[in-house]
């Protein structure tokens, strides 16, 4: 069957040089993972101002590439095909994040990671371990709740209230030591605290006798956030004041660096 002048349209070149129909496909799947990955036709055309049969029309084409699923109720789902994607491009990030996180090792002597927002847990991505004999040790790919981690926090800080408490009411606020934040008043006070200081912390939380400090990465194309972690005796007040603007310069530099793999 001939094109019609619709898609015609779609594949016309965009504003920014690119294909119109890939831009807007992409912001469709962009703006179903905000809406917690299950949308209808009628709400993805309200956030996005694009017509119905447009959006009917690249919602098939996802479908058939497995992208995107419909569901029984006739709402769309991203597919089991994202994944795949978003293993490898997280895998990717962990390396480009390599020696960012090297550089940290050196300059403030504890273990480095990278974690992202994934749905609504914690995966760690990137991890360069400490030099010292009595170091902690995270496995890349551990998922983890985001309240008892000092990555969780940065990567929630800014995150609106209402989205926090929906979040916590998923997951639970089970306790992984006797300082985990178990209630979501006081998760969205240790909030505030991170955006008041600028970074996050976990005291003990996710195992005691550790701390971890922690940033988010400013403008990363997914939520991403970097941190130190090592014992409860060696990352003190004192050490907390000199590593906090290695850990903010280095995010900023990763920052710069991430945007640079994609040029405009």
């Given amino acids: 069957m001939p094109p019609s002048s619709a898609s015609s349209t779609d594949s016309t070149k965009s504003a920014t040089g690119g294909v119109q129909s890939l831009e807007r496909a992409f ?37 058939v590439c497995g992208y995107v699923r419909q569901q029984a109720n006739r709402r769309y789902a991203l597919g089991p095909r994202l994944i795949r994607l978003g293993e490898s491009a997280s895998r990717l990030l962990g390396t480009w994040a390599r020696p960012y996180l090297a550089r940290l090792v050196e300059e403030t002597g504890e273990t480095a990671n990278m974690a992202l927002l994934d749905g609504d ?71 505030e605290d991170v955006r008041r200081l600028g970074y996050a912390i976990d005291d003990n939380e996710q195992e005691i006798g550790v701390r971890c400090l922690a940033v988010s990465v400013p403008n990363s194309p997914t939520a991403a956030a970097i941190s130190i972690s090592g014992p409860a005796g060696r990352v003190t007040e004192v050490a907390t004041e000199k590593i906090v603007p290695i850990l903010q310069q280095v995010a900023g530099e990763l920052s710069e660096a991430l945007a640079n793999q994609n040029p405009a």
């Fill in 27 to 63: 912001d469709l799947l962009e703006r179903m993972a905000d809406a917690g990955g299950e949308v209808g036709l009628s709400e993805l055309s309200a956030s996005s101002g694009l017509p119905l049969p447009t959006i009917h029309r690249l919602m098939r084409t996802l479908v």
């Fill in 121 to 191: 847990e914690i995966v760690y991505v990137a991890q360069v371990p400490s030099k010292h004999s009595m170091r902690m040790f995270t496995e890349v790919g551990r998922r983890v709740l985001p309240h008892s981690t000092g990555v969780g926090k940065a990567l929630l800080a800014n995150t609106p209230d209402p989205e926090v408490r929906a979040l916590l009411a998923r997951t639970g606020m089970p306790a992984a030591t006797e300082k985990t934040i178990t209630t979501p008043e006081g998760f969205l006070a240790a909030l």
